[in-house]
């Protein structure tokens, strides 16, 4: 089956840590994108790419990264830069960035910082 | 940027009808999309429209005035299951979907 997997679905860390969250897709999409979700709020786009070895910046990439290496593949590291890590991330693909197409999205990951 | 709004919650009986508005900035949008967000899980498709009316699947339907800059989505015969987050996302050129903060739905016996 096609899909987009993140792992793992709870991860905890200590504060200070660099963490690294995983998001494979299967479905050959070329755009790939990473959100926040904090409690009762909407998706903030973190990092996106549209393309391998290319990606932007979103709404509030400051104190994380991202790398774009492999057409499935589009880890996003939370650094110790990060103020507030603790979050649901999401990750999300879809054919390509422009006009009709759905986008799907991965189970989340959610980081506890300790 | 595109600002979209929609309320923030909402509260319907079980059973009844209930319609989550969208409103947008008219200029960038091709078409509008409606995702469901249950509580700590991912956001799945609802639907998307592209032209002006209404498109109905099932017991759910979903609404786009492009010129007025306003969608709904409407939900009928309710469920408890239905108790989720609505949001409502549009597309604009060849940048990330722009999403609204989502409209929090209960539903209660």
């Known amino acids: 089956d096609g899909g987009i997997t993140q792992s793992p679905k709870y991860l905890f860390r200590k504060e200070g840590q660099n963490v690294t969250l995983s998001c494979e897709q299967n479905?050959?999409?070329?755009?790939m994108y990473w959100y926040r979700q904090d409690p009762g709020q909407g998706l903030r786009l973190i990092y996106y790419?549209?393309?391998?070895?290319?990606?932007q910046k979103g709404d509030i990439a400051e104190g994380y990264s991202v790398s774009r290496e492999k057409k499935e593949s589009f880890p996003l590291t939370v650094t110790s830069a990060q103020k507030n890590p603790t979050a649901f991330y999401l990750c999300?693909?879809?054919?390509?960035?422009?006009?009709?197409?759905?986008?799907?999205f991965g189970p989340g990951t959610r980081l506890t910082v300790l | 940027g595109q600002n979209i709004d929609q309320p923030t919650e909402m509260t319907a009986t079980e059973g009844a009808i209930v319609q989550i508005n969208c409103t947008y900035q008219?200029?960038?949008?091709?078409?509008l999309f409606w995702y469901q967000q249950h509580a700590g899980e991912a956001p799945t498709f609802l639907s998307y429209?592209?032209?002006?009316g209404l498109e109905e699947k099932g017991r759910f339907s979903s609404f786009l005035s492009r010129s007025k800059g306003y969608s709904y989505l409407l939900l009928k015969e309710l469920q408890m299951k239905d108790s989720a987050s609505y949001l409502c996302?549009?597309?604009?050129?060849?940048?990330?979907?722009?999403f609204g903060k989502g409209t929090r739905l209960s539903v209660i016996a």
């Open positions: 479905l050959n999409h070329d755009a």
């Open positions: 429209n592209v032209l002006d």
């Open positions: 999300a693909s879809r054919v390509s960035s422009g006009g009709y197409n759905e986008q799907f």
């Open positions: 790419s549209q393309i391998v070895n290319d990606f």
């Open positions: 008219t200029s960038g949008f091709n078409g």
């Open positions: 996302a549009g597309p604009s050129g060849n940048t990330p979907l722009v």
